[in-house]
C-alpha cells in the first residue's frame, strides 16, 4: 500500500494541507476617475496595477505567480486588478497617462504620480516586490 500512497497519495490528503494565506489585497480597478485616485495616492506610497486578459493562459498563469510573491512584508501594498478585457477604454487610458506601451498581462509600478517600473509576461514573476515598500 505505502507504493501507491506516494505514487497516487491518499483520499483526501489535500484536505490535510494547510491552506496558503495570500498577502495581495487586490482593488478593482473599474473606472477612470481611479487613475486620479491611484496618482494621489502614489505621492505617500507606492500603488501597483496589474493588466490581466482572462482568456490568456500567459496571464492566468502569470498572475498566480505574481500573487506567490506577496509575503507578510507586502500585504499593505496597494495592488490595483485591470480586467483587460472588461475594461479596455481604461487600460488605454492607464497606458496614456502613464506613459507606457500596452502589453497583457503588465505590472506598473506607480511612485509620485509616474510609472517608476513596468514589466510584462513572465517578467512579472522575478519583481522585486520589497524595492517598493
Known sequence: MGIFNSMFGRKGEKDLEPEKKSYVNWIPLTSMEQLEEIK???????????K????????????????GLFTEEHQNLKVYYLDLLNY???????????????????????????SVHNASHYDITITNLSRFI
Do not use: A, W
Request: aromatic share 8%.
Open 40 to 50: 494621489d495616492i502614489s505621492k505617500t506610497e507606492t500603488v501597483l496595477i496589474f
Open 52 to 67: 490581466h486578459s482572462t482568456r490568456c493562459g500567459i496571464s492566468s498563469m502569470v498572475i498566480k505567480r505574481f500573487e
Open 88 to 114: 479596455r477604454n481604461i487600460s488605454d487610458e492607464v497606458g496614456y497617462t502613464f506613459q507606457v506601451m500596452h502589453q497583457s498581462p503588465q505590472l506598473l509600478v506607480v511612485n509620485n504620480g509616474v
